[in-house]
Nanobody, 123 residues
Framework: QVQLVESGGGLVQAGGSLRLSCAAS????????MGWFRQAPGKEREFVAA????????YYADSVQGRFTISRDNAKNTVYLQMNSLKPEDTAVYYC????????????????WGQGTQVTVSS
């Protein structure tokens, strides 16, 4: 069992930056691939970024490639999402997720989910 708690969301102007954090409980954090998803009002939840259990491999949605960076600190049981050059279309609830592999994350989402954190980008 893994419990995930996101933080760092908020209101930012277009062009600004935010860093989201996701703190995980449990001793097995380093065995899970981690990812970020988002859901905008009236839209389905979509994949944003994923990172392998050891941190060597990262994957991004085309819409955030070059602007967002996912990273993790296994010693702190935390995964991060650095978001730069934010756009109004990045406005959504952002969710942290854990799964057995980045392939599983990207194909079918997480086994475990956080409660989400709101990111609002004003124009």
């Amino acid at each position: 069992q893994v419990q995930l708690v996101e933080s760092g969301g908020g209101l930012v102007q277009a062009g600004g930056s935010l860093r989201l954090s996701c703190a995980a409980s449990g001793r097995t954090f380093s065995s899970y691939a981690m990812g970020w998803f988002r859901q905008a009002p009236g839209k389905e939840r979509e994949f944003v970024a994923a990172i392998s259990s050891g941190g060597s491999f990262t994957y991004y949605a085309d819409s955030v490639q070059g602007r967002f960076t996912i990273s993790r600190d296994n010693a702190k049981n935390t995964v991060y999402l650095q978001m730069n050059s934010l756009k109004p279309e990045d406005t959504a609830v952002y969710y942290c997720a854990a799964a057995g592999s980045t392939r599983n994350l990207r194909a079918s989402g997480g086994t475990y989910w956080g409660q989400g954190t709101q990111v609002t980008v004003s124009s």
